[in-house]
Nanobody, 126 residues
Framework: VQPVESGGGLVQAGGSLRLSCAASGRTFSTSAAGWFRRVPGKEREFVAA????????YYWESVKGRFTISRDNAKNMLYLQMDKLSPGGTAVYYC????????????????????WGQGTQVTVSA
């Protein structure tokens, strides 16, 4: 079953949003997870990853210090707190709970349709 993202919307530059991802499956609490985004006309790109236990996180350099990934395994939820948003942050954001993450290396299967939800649109106005 695909994950379900929510929390996107329209925000002014400098503002904040918190994205949520409702994951399914019995493996969520034992799997690394991540957030990704897609800008129209471009490939989906990595934003942030978190280890299965939430202890280790890893970020795309462009969001480091502004975004925070977290998870609640008891609720099968993944989150992305986005602060100090800029217009460059406008994209559709997706979560994926089938990634591999270790030693600052993140791998995912772009063609695994079951791993991707519909995404949530984030629009940052200038």
């Amino acid at each position: 079953v695909q994950p379900v993202e929510s929390g996107g919307g329209l925000v002014q530059a400098g503002g904040s949003l918190r994205l949520s991802c409702a994951a399914s499956g019995r493996t969520f609490s034992t799997s690394a997870a991540g957030w990704f985004r897609r800008v129209p006309g471009k490939e989906r790109e990595f934003v942030a990853a978190i280890s299965w236990d939430g202890v280790s996180t890893y970020y795309w350099e462009s969001v480091k210090g502004r975004f925070t990934i977290s998870r609640d395994n008891a609720k099968n939820m993944l989150y992305l707190q986005m602060d100090k948003l800029s217009p460059g942050g406008t994209a559709v954001y997706y979560c994926n709970t089938e990634i591999t993450y270790s030693d600052q290396s993140v791998r995912w299967d772009e063609d695994d349709n079951d791993a991707w939800g519909q995404g949530t649109q984030v629009t940052v106005s200038a």
